[in-house]
């Protein structure tokens, strides 16, 4: 056994081991009721009538935007502070993506600055929930209606967040959850695509399987039409191995997102006092779905001490990351649309100062100590070393 205190951790119990072994022992590992489950119960979650359950969020994102017809010619508004799949499932379709800057605060696109981006090409918005923590979706939500543009909620980090006792997932057209293993609640890969929209919802099955008319099934009533291919499609589904996997996570939800706001509180009550750490901003109204926990440094540090903090923290092996670098300034976007450093001058300040720390449900309060207390260490040591 190792001392090492990993950046995080999926939150496995008895539960999701005998729902996987069931659905094994079943026989029918694909196109099942397993993921008929898990998809009402995503639904349900985000107060949606329909859940359409994929192989990934990403490929949730992709398919959410070829339903809306997003495509060559078009342009899409998409966070610059965010994860990159946020920015690439708007290339997989073909459109352009147009970055907003973030808030210095919540790391979240406010409104305005969406709406400033606004042109006769703009085909939908891409609103993040960045870190678990709900962005501005009421307000966005009413540009995109004002302007008749599409809004896509990419709540893949958000699962179990309000706003105004709204749910996560139900803001826009579509939104789209992810179920990777450093996520709330995880599928091992997987995504779930909600919406209020049939039409949507059925374009949605029908491209993560091959094309085939919506929810058309191996040996399902409509004999013959399995090859029955109505347009080019994906193979996107999950297994039921995932979606089993998915059930005994959701039934669990509640637990696991309290255990993180817990764990959270731990975080943020040890840490409020260090004059050198900006802890995280939650707005008012807003219920947070704690994905990871991200400190940031304050404008006396800069993004070489912050990479040092951070080599510092992982050789004493504790986990912790540079969540996360602006996606205009990563290599693809850079050499294919000219972006430069300044173009967003708030994603870039924030990203040079944010670290993750260790955020899973299994971290004990003595693994939180040790990590403020060598966080703690290596601000001090950078700060000596400076002077
Ligand atoms: C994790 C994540 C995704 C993609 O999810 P995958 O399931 O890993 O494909 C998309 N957007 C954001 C903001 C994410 O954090």
Request: proline share 5%; hydrophobic share 40%; with cysteine.
């Amino acid at each position: 056994m190792s001392n090492s205190i990993p950046l995080s951790q999926p939150d496995i119990t008895d539960l999701e081991i005998r729902y996987v072994t069931d659905t094994l022992r079943s026989g029918r590992l694909a196109l099942g009721p397993r993921m008929a489950e898990f998809e009402e119960l995503v639904a349900l979650r985000a107060a949606r009538t329909h859940g359409v359950a994929v192989n990934s969020g990403t490929s949730g994102l992709q398919l959410a935007l070829l339903a809306l017809g997003v495509g060559p010619g078009d342009e899409v508004i998409t966070p610059a502070f965010s994860f990159v799949a946020s920015a690439n499932c708007i290339l997989h379709v073909g459109a352009k993506p147009v970055f907003a800057d973030c808030d210095p605060g919540t790391l979240n696109v406010r409104p305005e600055s969406i709406e400033a981006l606004i042109t006769e090409k703009t085909k939908a918005i891409i609103a993040v929930d960045v870190f678990g923590n709900p962005a501005y979706m009421a307000e966005i939500e009413a540009l995109a209606n004002r302007h008749e543009i599409a809004l896509v909620e990419d709540c893949c980090e958000g699962l179990g967040g309000a706003v105004k006792n709204r749910p996560i997932g139900s803001f826009g057209r579509v939104g789209v959850f992810s179920f990777y293993p450093n996520k709330q609640v995880t599928t091992g890969e997987g995504g779930v695509i909600v919406t209020d929209d049939d039409a949507l919802a059925g374009m949605c099955r029908s491209l993560r399987n091959q094309g085939r008319a919506a929810d058309n099934r191996e040996s399902g009533p409509g004999l013959g039409s399995w090859l029955v291919h109505e347009r080019v499609g994906y193979n996107y589904r999950m297994c039921e191995l995932q979606a089993a996997l998915g059930v005994a996570q959701m039934e669990r939800l509640d637990d696991i997102i309290d255990t993180r706001h817990l764990l959270a509180e731990k975080y943020n009550s040890r840490l409020v006092t260090n004059p050198h750490l900006i802890l995280p901003t939650i707005e008012r109204e807003t219920r947070m779905s704690w994905f990871v926990y991200v400190v940031r440094l304050n404008d006396q540090f800069d993004g070489t001490d912050r990479d040092e903090i951070i080599a510092g923290l992982r050789r004493h092996e504790i986990g912790a990351s540079n969540y996360f670098p602006p996606i205009p300034l990563l290599p693809f976007f850079r050499k294919t649309y000219g972006y430069k450093p300044g173009d967003f001058p708030m994603a870039e300040t924030m990203s040079q100062r944010t670290i993750a720390l260790p955020f899973y449900n299994a971290m004990t309060d003595y693994e939180v100590d040790l990590v403020c207390q060598t966080l703690e260490l290596m601000i001090q040591r950078v700060t000596f070393s400076r002077n």
